[in-house]
């Protein structure tokens, strides 16, 4: 940022015309034309080095131009990464190319700390002010004796010539020279240094980049489990926050008090007043927040924000966690972080697994499958798992955490293995602290098969975990037949495909029942009764339902798998059908948040929801490891994960059974014959995914027969 508080592009192009207002010819406007005469480039390098003759430059040969400017660059270290060739041949050059170098120009000349400085002669060295500076030094760097005879000063350093050599080679120097670190090197090895310098400081930020992606991810997916049940969630820390919604909902969860708040505001003071009414309400709690603006949360300062979320789980979350911690005392930042490393230590006392700090401990999940063990030794066998087979242990323990503990996935597999960031996995651990230590325990059940069409499981019956008691049977019935009677809606609409270069438009039959847009694949009416759907969208999935004002009396539901583009017949009938849709996602919201109420809650595909990598067979017999993601009756595929989906696997009617036994593989093979081969890491991962798998094909079959049934008069 410059004095005048300019940024990025701005900033750098004021820095240029700054440096080369007094170069005549040179009138440095944009990134591009500018530049195409290379006037502007030797400009620049001359106001730096003082080593280009400017006035004998003609500018009708930029060619010549380029060449001197970047040539004379390079003699000082800095790497010339535009061609020449490319600036020339365009009218208009690649300003992307130019902004590029201009930063890396500006971060080696204009950031002594960063650069090395090139002095052409020994004797242009004398004339420096170091000489002063060294004056009353009396003896060599390098030798430690007496100085006499022809000395050189270097910095604030006094040598004699013979001394004064190359830092790694120790040749002795003579012309030309590079200072890096106010350390001498020849030319050859000051180059080689300064590179190894510049590609250290790049990994640096590739690794800070990495660790705030990670902590954003995190503090995110805290947030939203911490939002749970308000209606409220959040995609993007840096945006989300500033109207002060989501702020003011997570303060009154934490500060357990309510308090009024403007839910839909428009004007910035309203955003300033919902941030400080939540500053307030956690000051109230305990919480301190002076220090943070309010106007930084609006204008999404991304450091601050992730630094106020670390601060609001270590206040919150790690310090409240019911961990004996007599001997620990919260007075700084370290304390709460001894306190849980304590708890992890004293879960694991039993086993052989050692920890000792938030990353390398537990990098290769056998720590986090041993404090799951602790809580519960029926949910891993320990002895069965292979520590060499890291990303798959993770993946195990973060499945079993959520499915078994309920404990929020706020992280992924990868994070553990990268061991980018010790907060976020810090954050997660206090997740898991706070579940298993809570007073009301979680049902160890949720991956037992109690209730299982005979034919599905016969070729599967060694796999599934022993049922513990009837108590929490798993009732296909009662989710067949729920239903909301008051968000009942059914008619014609038309729906665009979602494959297809001319993503055609086709007319349908769709009815709302319960958490599933269900559509036949007829048009006809009289077609519908008692036939079986052709599929359906899940609006417990449904983040929003929008109108597409692109498109006349049509209307968007918004998943994170992909959009459905909806057309109903007129306005009105556009209009109720949106209605009705957004009702129902908040019947669903409710029911969710509140679900003790068993009876009437709603199906529990959510619960169902599965994720992680698979080894795809491919059609040369090959396997390829690609993402997928298990809900609602439907395995997803990704080439990676977060990356757009490339097939789509329904379950319904398709027959999954076990392949080889001894590669972890099984196959799932559709209605129509073809099928898809997948394989697991282990046995223990394999019987996670085919549980998963099985208990959704049977839900999903249960429930569309139901709905045939309905269609046809008869009674389930």
């Known amino acids: 940022e ?24 040179v009138n440095i406007q944009d990134f591009d034309q500018s530049w195409r005469d290379g006037l502007a480039f030797c400009a620049l390098v001359n106001y730096y080095t003082g080593a280009i003759n400017f006035s004998a430059l003609n500018q009708d040969d930029p060619s010549k131009n380029l060449k001197t400017a970047f040539k004379n660059a390079e003699n000082f270290g800095l790497p010339s990464i535009i061609d020449i060739d490319d600036l020339l041949k365009s009218d208009k050059p690649d300003s992307s190319a130019v902004i590029t170098y201009l930063s890396e120009f500006y971060r080696f000349f204009s950031m002594p700390s960063d650069r090395p400085v090139s002095v052409s002669t020994i004797s242009e060295l004398k004339n420096q002010d170091a000489m002063t500076k060294a004056a009353s030094l009396s003896r060599c760097r390098s030798c430690r004796k007496n100085l006499t005879g022809v000395t050189i000063p270097f910095g604030k350093w006094m040598y004699h010539q ?6 790694d080679c120790k040749k002795q120097l003579s012309t030309h020279f590079a200072n890096i670190g106010d350390r001498p090197y020849c030319e050859l090895c000051g180059k080689h240094t300064w590179n190894e310098t510049m590609r250290a400081k790049s990994m640096a930020r590739q690794n800070e980049n990495l660790r705030t992606d990670t902590q954003a991810k995190a503090f995110k997916n805290w947030l939203n489990a911490q939002l749970d049940g308000t209606g409220v969630r959040v995609q993007n820390l840096s945006t989300d926050l500033s109207n002060g919604v989501a702020l003011m909902e997570l303060s009154k969860k934490l500060a357990g008090k309510p308090k009024s708040y403007h839910k839909t505001p428009t004007l910035m003071a309203q955003y300033l007043d919902n941030i ?20 930084s949360i609006v204008e999404g300062d991304l450091k601050i924000i992730l630094g ?13 966690l019911p961990i004996d911690s007599k001997k620990l005392e919260f007075t700084a930042e370290d304390g709460p972080k001894n306190a849980l490393l304590h708890w992890c230590q004293d879960r694991l006392s039993k086993t052989s697994i050692k920890v000792t700090d938030f990353q390398e401990s537990f990098s290769d999940g056998m720590a986090l499958l041993g404090i799951l063990h602790s809580q519960d030794p029926e949910c891993v066998d320990l002895d069965a798992v292979n520590p060499a087979n890291k990303a798959g242990n993770v993946a195990l323990a973060l499945q079993i955490g959520e499915d078994n503990f309920d404990i929020p996935r706020i992280i992924d597999e990868q994070d553990f293995l990268d061991k980018s960031d010790e907060k976020s996995i810090i954050a997660y651990l206090s997740c898991m602290a706070g579940q298993l230590t809570s007073a009301k325990p979680v049902e160890k059940a949720s991956l037992r098969l109690k209730k299982m069409d005979q034919a599905k499981r016969q070729n599967l019956t060694d796999l599934f975990l022993a049922p513990e008691n009837d108590s929490d049977e798993f009732s296909m019935e009662s989710i067949a037949t729920f239903h909301w009677e008051d968000v009942h809606i059914e008619g014609y609409l038309s729906k665009q495909d979602s494959t297809g270069i001319l993503r055609f438009w086709r007319r349908k039959y769709f009815s709302l029942e319960g958490s599933r847009l269900i559509y036949y694949g007829t048009n006809s ?24 004002r692109s498109r006349i009396n049509s209307f968007m539901i ?51 929801y599965k994720e992680g990598y698979l080894w795809d067979q491919t059609l040369l017999r090959g396997w390829k490891q690609q993402y997928f993601i298990l809900k609602d009756g439907i395995l997803f595929r990704f080439k990676n994960k977060g990356e757009a989906q490339n097939r789509r696997i329904p379950l319904f009617g398709a027959n999954i059974e076990q392949w080889r036994p001894e590669d972890f593989s099984f196959r799932i093979t559709s209605k129509n014959g073809t099928h898809v081969t997948l394989k697991s890491d282990t046995q223990q991962e394999m019987t996670l995914w085919l549980n998963a798998m099985l208990k959704q094909q049977l839900m999903i079959e249960d429930f569309v027969k139901g709905i045939a049934h309905r269609s046809n008069g008869e009674d389930k």
Request: contains cysteine.
């Open 2 to 25: 410059d004095e005048q508080g300019s940024k990025g592009k701005k900033a750098l192009l004021l820095w240029c015309q700054k440096s080369t207002k007094d170069y005549e010819g």
């Open 162 to 167: 013979k001394c004064f050599a190359c830092t």
């Open 276 to 295: 400080n009414s939540a500053f307030n309400l956690l000051q109230g709690a305990g919480f301190s927040a002076q220090d943070i603006k309010a106007s």
């Open 308 to 320: 106020l979320m670390w601060r609001l789980i270590l206040e919150f979350q790690l310090k409240k």
């Open 525 to 548: 009416q009289q077609e519908i009764s008692g036939n079986v759907p052709e599929s359906f969208i899940s609006i417990s999935f449904a983040k929003s339902i929008e109108e597409n």
């Open 558 to 608: 918004v998943t994170d798998a992909r959009v459905y583009h909806l057309q109903a017949d007129t306005k009105e009938a556009c209009t109720k059908w949106i209605e009705t849709l957004r009702k129902a996602i908040e019947i669903w919201k409710k029911y969710e948040a509140n679900s003790t109420v068993k009876s009437q809650a709603p199906p529990p595909e959510k619960k169902e």
